[in-house]
């Protein structure tokens, strides 16, 4: 039985819990407002690199080319996603769903998942009636496209851990080399192979690309970039980060190898060249979604500006059927003045 003091002070434990947890939760709704993947800097290069690369590659096609206005439409829808103010960061985090790429939620306020607002912007894509409006949407669905090549975003892990003083990943902090992407870009046109079905289908196919990158070895060393970001067994649910922590472009070292060699530790360096090497494969893999969004569109606008040239089809003249046994010479509509006008003749 316990006396009234301890009562009390139990009491005033579990409000202390309860406010804690309040905090908590407070904390871990306002984080995500601090974080953002790549900065609007970046995206604004990765776009018009990739606008760059595909007027290149389309003069020995039919496909027209972007004009700087529409690139510049583009660019800036996505940069205006990219700079988001406080409010809408808090309440739409941007993760990459990979069970059933649907819309997922905590507390019934926060969109955790990005589905639901790309699924819109395809939407309004496809209702939009003026050019400005088509590639402002592009812009829009290109952003979305380059978070896909974040590993952070696409495992997906998060990132706004303010219990550590860690509110983005540092992947998505490391410097695009505009220099090193020109090169990686300039000897080919594969953006061009095997054309998206539809916006969807991109998305999933560059969130598959992050993936395979993430589940691929560290060059020349016994693991792979899982060291970075876990993947979770449960495809539903977050991963996280793994024993090298959040440490992308850092010196740091880290437990590897196998379960026998407990002992064996992997060492990275700041500024270390498979950083470098790892950063540039997800980059050209942006400009490459963003291309092949610019393409899946163009295509589209050209079918429908050559559907408009022809007009409308014309149908085939339905010919009566012929009666079984029926002469196909002579007009089953007329009379027999004819006919016999015809036999005559």
Same mark, same amino acid.
């Given at each position: 039985?316990?006396?009234?003091?301890?009562?009390?002070?139990?009491?005033?434990?579990? @409000?202390?819990?309860?406010?804690?947890?309040?905090?908590?939760?407070?904390?871990?709704?306002?984080?995500?407002?601090?974080? +953002?993947?790549?900065?609007?800097?970046?995206?604004?290069?990765?776009?018009?690199?990739?606008?760059?690369?595909?007027?290149?590659?389309?003069?020995?096609?039919?496909?027209?080319?972007? %004009?700087?206005?529409?690139?510049?439409? @583009?660019?800036?829808?996505?940069?205006?996603?990219?700079? =988001?103010?406080?409010?809408?960061? +808090?309440?739409?985090?941007?993760?990459?769903?990979?069970?059933?790429?649907?819309?997922? =939620?905590?507390?019934?306020?926060?969109?955790?998942?990005?589905?639901?607002?790309?699924?819109?912007?395809?939407?309004?894509?496809?209702?939009?009636?003026?050019?400005?409006?088509?590639?402002?949407?592009?812009?829009?669905?290109?952003?979305? &496209?380059? &978070?896909?090549?974040? *590993?952070?975003?696409?495992?997906?892990?998060?990132?706004?851990?303010?219990?550590?003083?860690?509110?983005?990943?540092?992947?998505?902090?490391?410097?695009?080399?505009?220099?090193?992407?020109?090169?990686?870009?300039?000897?080919?046109?594969?953006?061009?192979?095997?054309?998206?079905?539809?916006?969807?289908?991109? &998305?999933?196919?560059?969130?598959? @690309?992050?993936?395979?990158?993430?589940?691929?070895?560290?060059?020349?060393?016994?693991?792979?970039?899982?060291?970075?970001?876990?993947?979770? %067994?449960?495809?539903?649910?977050?991963?996280?980060?793994?024993?090298?922590?959040?440490?992308?472009?850092?010196?740091?070292?880290? *437990?590897?190898?196998? @379960?026998? %060699?407990?002992?064996?530790?992997?060492?990275?360096?700041?500024?270390?060249?498979?950083?470098?090497?790892?950063?540039?494969?997800?980059?050209?893999?942006?400009?490459? %979604?963003?291309?092949?969004? +610019?393409?899946?569109?163009?295509?589209?606008?050209?079918?429908?500006?050559?559907? =408009?040239?022809?007009?409308?089809?014309?149908? *085939?003249?339905?010919? *009566?059927?012929?009666?079984?046994?029926?002469?196909?010479?002579?007009?089953?509509?007329?009379?027999?003045?004819?006919?016999?006008?015809?036999?005559?003749?």
């Amino acid at each position: 039985m316990l006396n009234k003091p301890q009562r009390r002070r139990r009491a005033w434990a579990g @409000a202390g819990a309860g406010a804690a947890a309040r905090l908590c939760l407070v904390f871990a709704l306002l984080t995500p407002s601090l974080v +953002m993947a790549y900065q609007g800097e970046v995206h604004q290069k990765l776009t018009f690199h990739a606008a760059k690369w595909f007027n290149r590659c389309l003069t020995e096609t039919v496909v027209p080319p972007l %004009s700087p206005l529409q690139v510049r439409y @583009a660019a800036k829808s996505n940069v205006a996603l990219a700079e =988001s103010n406080v409010l809408v960061r +808090m309440f739409r985090w941007n993760y990459y769903d990979r069970g059933g790429q649907n819309e997922r =939620s905590a507390l019934w306020l926060v969109n955790t998942r990005l589905h639901a607002h790309f699924n819109k912007v395809t939407q309004r894509l496809e209702q939009a009636s003026q050019p400005a409006e088509r590639y402002q949407e592009l812009g829009r669905i290109v952003y979305y &496209l380059q &978070l896909m090549t974040s *590993p952070s975003k696409v495992v997906p892990v998060y990132t706004g851990r303010f219990w550590r003083g860690s509110f983005s990943d540092r992947f998505d902090r490391y410097r695009l080399d505009d220099d090193a992407l020109d090169a990686a870009l300039a000897d080919s046109c594969n953006f061009l192979d095997d054309p998206p079905v539809d916006f969807s289908s991109l &998305l999933a196919e560059s969130a598959s @690309a992050t993936l395979d990158a993430v589940r691929s070895p560290i060059g020349g060393l016994p693991t792979t970039w899982q060291a970075f970001w876990k993947i979770s %067994s449960d495809p539903d649910s977050f991963g996280e980060y793994g024993p090298a922590g959040n440490n992308f472009g850092r010196k740091t070292d880290f *437990p590897c190898g196998d @379960a026998r %060699s407990k002992q064996r530790r992997c060492v990275l360096l700041k500024r270390d060249p498979i950083y470098a090497e790892f950063a540039l494969e997800r980059h050209v893999a942006a400009a490459r %979604s963003t291309a092949r969004a +610019m393409l899946l569109l163009q295509r589209q606008y050209f079918d429908s500006a050559q559907r =408009s040239e022809k007009g409308p089809e014309k149908q *085939p003249e339905q010919k *009566p059927e012929q009666k079984p046994g029926a002469d196909p010479t002579v007009d089953p509509n007329s009379g027999p003045a004819s006919r016999e006008t015809g036999d005559a003749e």
